[in-house]
């Protein structure tokens, strides 16, 4: 096993990932919310979080995936659709929040699961 449940690679990555998705469904709702401000430029979670996330993954190195800390950037990959230089497309904002809900509904029943196998492995020995 790789340590304690709350400071095992599986329970610091399921952490981390709460991490994103709870900031990438606020860059989410701040792009519907500026969806018709002229100029606005679409928001998301930097790729260097997923990028170091990996790394960090990959080498066991818990210190470094515990000092790991989503930030939000502008998405470089949106094109300016429109001619008042917003580039928020509706479609694929609704489209990633509900993938981002699901990812993060999932995060959180095996958050869940893993307190409740402790909960119930700690009141079982002391019956």
């Known amino acids: 096993m790789d340590g304690g449940m709350f400071t095992g690679t599986n329970y610091q990555l399921a952490s981390k990932m709460l991490d994103y998705t709870t900031l990438r469904q606020k860059a989410l ?56 230089g917003n580039n928020v497309e509706m479609d694929r904002e ?9 990812d993060y509904e999932y995060l959180v029943r095996y958050m869940n699961y893993n307190y409740q196998m402790t909960r119930s492995a700690i009141t079982s020995q002391g019956s």
Do not use: H, I, W
């Not at 993954?57 to 990959?77: C, E, R």
């Not at 609704?94 to 699901?102: A, G, H, I, P, R």
């Open 29 to 84: 709702a701040s792009n519907l919310a500026n969806l018709n401000v002229p100029g606005y430029k679409r928001v998301d979670v930097s790729s260097d979080f997923q990028t170091e996330l990996s790394k960090a993954v990959s080498s066991g190195n818990m210190q470094n995936l515990q000092a790991l800390t989503p930030k939000l950037a502008v998405d470089p990959t949106a094109s300016t659709t429109r001619s008042d």
């Open 94 to 102: 609704m489209m990633e929040m509900n993938k981002t809900s699901t």
